[in-house]
């Protein structure tokens, strides 16, 4: 009994799964462990629950005081489409009945058969956004309703998902123009250090590539932040990588600004960077 209560009844699983416990525990010394004996025996459990959930709710009908409910409703689909509703305190199914049907006119009967002889009067149903529902709670019941947390929060996803998606497009945008820009300056500085030049001061090539980076480094931090943004509001986020930066003020020789940054930049995923701009 208790091998079929806590595996099939509460646990979900098949009478296979108690023919396989009672081969495992040695149990099957003492009673059959077949799958037709087993089978038999949970038919006959199954058909004493619903037996005794019958006489349970006709006691409870008669002895209950009046008392204002608020359920759960929603379909299910083993066997079939299925109409049920509980009582979300005590978890009680009032309602669970095969339908071909789901509209208004459908709920509100198999509702009125769920809790006939129940003193109680629905002030809340509590489901989805189907028409169906809606008009059986609000028209034929007269109750308030309130969606359920998922269609809920999927309701909120699709307002603010546009909104999110073109914020982390830009931001995307703006990184992809800020490392081009930074690339470039670093090509410049190449080209000129492979010429010759005469006398005269060089451009400010250390000064100019400094503000570029500084720039595509701000501009792959929104990035990110727009992506956490999109998928976790609210959540904290730090930079993933930090790229060194030199002062455009120090008149010290030193090697090549490019290089310089690439040999100090790492990749995000932490690997030092060796051979070019990432």
Partial sequence: MDAHWHICEQGGAGVRVVCDFLELSGLSALTGASYGTQQAFQAELERQIVSSATTLREVLAKTMPHRTLSIVEDE???????????????????????????????????????????KVTVVQGISDEAKGLLAHVKRDQGAHHSTDLFHLQHEVSKAMSLALRRTEQQAEADETTTKARWQAECAAEQAYHRQHHGPGRPPAFAARIDRALEAYVQASLARERAQAQRWSPGSALSARWIIPMSSSRDKRKRPSSCRRIWQGARTPGGARRGGGPF
């Fill in 76 to 118: 299910t689909w083993q066997d079939g489409m299925r109409l049920v509703a509980i009582e979300p305190v005590s978890n009680f199914i009032l309602l669970e009945q095969a339908s071909a049907a789901r509209s208004a006119a459908a709920w509100s009967q198999a509702l009125e058969r769920g809790l006939a002889g129940f």
